[in-house]
């Protein structure tokens, strides 16, 4: 995502990201509604997913994370951007196209993680809880993405700043 702008395929399965997302929360929200039971039943629900079958995505779509925000974190670092977060304080129209390069950059890892909870969840439950494949995306693929992309920006910005010694 570093290199110019983004192809149409990219921008394509952005949207397709954003709209199974919201398509998803709003198919949760509206089958399952929000109450102390479904919130105790999502949280039992995502704890218990670390130990049982398919916990190889919990290491797998953090490394598709990071494979995503390595580009971006060196860019960043290259043109002296701040951390993505903190953009909007000195110019709010760069933050608009950070955010779009980021979901950009995270679209597959987001398809690919809410695929693979809809497995898992059919797999487990017999049944499908829309809210919580969103979730489970979030907390594996969008936190990892910034915190990494952070990281790199911060490592590779105090790397090209290094004076040479020779």
């Known amino acids: 995502m570093s290199n110019g702008q983004p192809s149409r395929f990219q921008l394509a399965l952005t949207w397709l990201a954003l709209g199974i997302t919201a398509l998803l929360l709003l198919l949760g929200v509206s089958i399952h509604g929000f109450s102390a039971d479904v919130h105790q039943r999502f949280w039992a629900d995502i ?5 049982g079958p398919m916990s190889f995505r919990f ?12 580009p971006d ?14 953009t909007n ?3 709010p129209t760069a933050r608009h196209g950070r955010l779009r390069q980021g979901l950009i950059s995270t679209a597959r890892v987001v398809l690919l993680g809410i695929s693979m909870d809809v497995i898992y969840q059919l797999r487990m439950f017999d049944r499908f809880y829309p809210a919580e494949a969103v979730m489970m995306a979030i907390l594996l693929a969008i936190i990892p993405y910034f915190a990494f ?18």
């Open 47 to 51: 704890f218990g997913r670390v130990g």
């Open 73 to 86: 974190g060196l860019a960043d670092a290259r043109h002296g951007h701040s951390f993505f977060l903190w």
């Open 59 to 70: 290491f797998l779509q953090p490394a598709m994370a990071l494979l995503a925000a390595v």
């Open 149 to 166: 992309r952070w990281i790199i920006e911060r490592v590779a910005g105090w790397w090209f700043a290094r004076k040479p010694t020779a």
């Open 89 to 91: 304080r000195g110019d």
